[in-house]
């Protein structure tokens, strides 16, 4: 079955450090995307990146990165020079599509903390 | 702002109740999504529509309902409401399928008491 795994349940760091996400799929798909998005405490969920199976090219936009290991299944998210305002929930999801779905897997998300 | 509406922002009722949830998509997105998100089950889909056809159906209850119109807003339909369903409601809309992104509304925070 399709699933997301995100094991860092809560991460805590100070301003500036680096902080690294981790997110771990399992699917049967060829083809599917990754996605990530960020819930804000005020609890609006934010899209940030949509990636496909057959891209593996690591993406950057700011402090944000993105790493995809199709060999690992993984799509890990790094965020450099943390800043309090990144403290959210991130989740990370999986396609899944076929004729008779059509739907996003969402993983537990990961609480990141920054302190000032 | 992702450009998707939903209302209420809150709604509190009683268990056995009925509500109906209600979202409009971003300008040109065919397609709406309902999630439901709870503390102990996370983030879950419920159903998606797309240009007002039913697409496809994930852990969605009898007691719960969808459509969408032809102006392409949607509305989601809760009906004997249990303690259980207090979570988050969220819609979201995309211009297609789940392989494009998903843009998510404030989403509708329920309360049955």
């Known amino acids: 079955a399709q699933k997301v795994t995100q094991a860092q349940t809560e991460i805590s760091v100070v301003e500036k450090e680096d902080v690294t996400l981790d997110c771990v799929y399992e699917t049967r798909d060829t083809t599917y995307y990754l996605f990530w998005y960020k819930q804000p405490p005020s609890g609006e969920l934010v899209f940030l990146i949509r990636r496909n199976s057959f891209d593996e090219q690591n993406e950057i936009s700011g402090r944000y990165s993105w790493n995809f290991q199709k060999s690992t299944s993984s799509f890990n998210f790094t965020i450099t020079a943390s800043q309090v305002v990144d403290s959210a929930v991130y989740f990370c999801a999986l396609s899944e599509r076929s004729y008779n779905t059509d739907k996003l897997i969402f993983g537990t998300g990961t609480r990141l903390q920054v302190f000032p | 702002d992702s450009g998707v509406t939903q209302t209420p922002k809150h709604l509190i009722t009683a268990t056995g109740q009925r509500v109906t949830l209600r979202c409009s998509p971003r300008s040109g997105d065919l397609s709406v999504y309902w999630y439901q998100q709870s503390l102990d089950q996370g983030l879950q889909f419920l159903i998606q529509?797309?240009?007002?056809?039913?697409?496809a159906k994930g852990n969605i209850l009898e007691r719960f309902s969808a459509q969408q119109f032809p102006d392409l807003h949607s509305e989601l339909n809760l009906s004997s409401l249990e303690l259980g369903d207090s979570a988050l409601y969220f819609c979201a809309s995309s211009v297609g399928t789940v392989y494009n992104e998903q843009f998510f509304g404030p989403g509708t925070r329920l309360t049955v008491l």
């Open positions: 529509y797309y240009n007002g056809e039913e697409r």
